[in-house]
């Protein structure tokens, strides 16, 4: 199993981004998968989670509205686009693959993911 994300970087206040996810050596449609992130000195945060057929997507509240996650069951590949970004989005972002059997568990508890990427950074500032 692989996860390898792509498109951070540095970008102003109120810019977009768009990361992106590639998924191998699994049934990519067979599982939900999540979006998430740690700031500088913070604790680990759930940022999004998208169902197997995309028929389902929620959203940590402070993004809601800005951020929207995508997957390509034909591609294995699974995007957060970020927008109207502020500085306190800046973070290491990861996404991950969610256990079957712990779809149910609060998001922010790490075991509730069974594979992660390496991460990739977001900073956003003047």
């Known amino acids: 199993v692989q996860l390898v994300e792509s498109g951070g970087g540095l970008v102003q206040p109120g810019g977009s981004l768009r990361l992106s996810c590639a998924a191998s050596?699994?049934?990519?449609?067979?599982?939900?998968m999540s979006w998430l992130r740690q700031a500088p000195g913070k604790g680990l945060e759930w940022v999004s989670d998208?169902?197997?057929?995309?028929?389902?997507?929620n959203y940590e509240d402070s993004v809601k509205g800005r951020f929207i996650i995508f997957r390509d069951n034909e591609k294995n590949t699974v995007d957060l686009q970020m927008n109207d970004l502020k500085p306190e989005d800046t973070a290491l972002y990861y996404c991950?693959?969610?256990?079957?059997?712990?779809?149910?568990?609060?998001?922010?508890?790490?075991?509730?993911?069974?594979?992660w990427g390496q991460g990739i950074q977001v900073t956003v500032r003047e």
């Open positions: 998208i169902t197997r057929a995309s028929a389902g997507r």
């Open positions: 991950a693959r969610v256990r079957p059997e712990r779809i149910g568990m609060d998001y922010d508890v790490p075991d509730r993911y069974d594979y």
């Open positions: 050596g699994f049934t990519f449609s067979n599982y939900y």
